[in-house]
């Protein structure tokens, strides 16, 4: 939040928001109105390690961590969209399936 800060935007908002998709996939949407992301560094967001801060501040293993969760171990989407100078944001595509459990004779969802 600090990178967003630096661009003098002083009224940093984000915006959380979720939408129903077709054939049972929902999506989760993160967005900002800070900096937006480099062109230069759009190829390597989810790379681990991959950081611009100084060396010890951060890990940044959480984008990395969290794409390969939804899109390996649930098959889902992880994009991200950035206008630089502007905006970012962030789309988690999952199937949303109800699971059908039988524990002693009864059905529980």
């Known amino acids: ?14 915006t959380i928001s979720t939408e129903q998709l077709v054939n049972q996939w929902v999506a989760v949407r993160i ?5 937006g992301i480099p062109e ?12 611009t801060k100084t060396l010890g501040k951060a890990t940044e ?21 950035s206008t630089p100078g502007k905006r970012t944001e962030f789309v ?4 949303c399936k109800q699971v059908l459990i039988e524990k002693n004779n009864k059905r529980e969802y």
Not at 63 to 76: A, C, D, F, P, R
């Open 1 to 14: 939040m600090e990178d967003a800060y630096s661009s003098g935007n002083t009224q940093l908002q984000i």
């Open 31 to 35: 967005a900002d109105n800070g900096n």
């Open 40 to 51: 230069e560094l759009m190829t390597k967001i989810f790379e681990p390690f991959f950081t």
């Open 61 to 81: 293993l959480g984008l990395s961590i969290s794409h390969q969760i939804i899109t390996e171990k649930h098959g889902g989407k992880f994009d991200f969209y």
């Open 92 to 95: 988690m595509q999952i199937i």
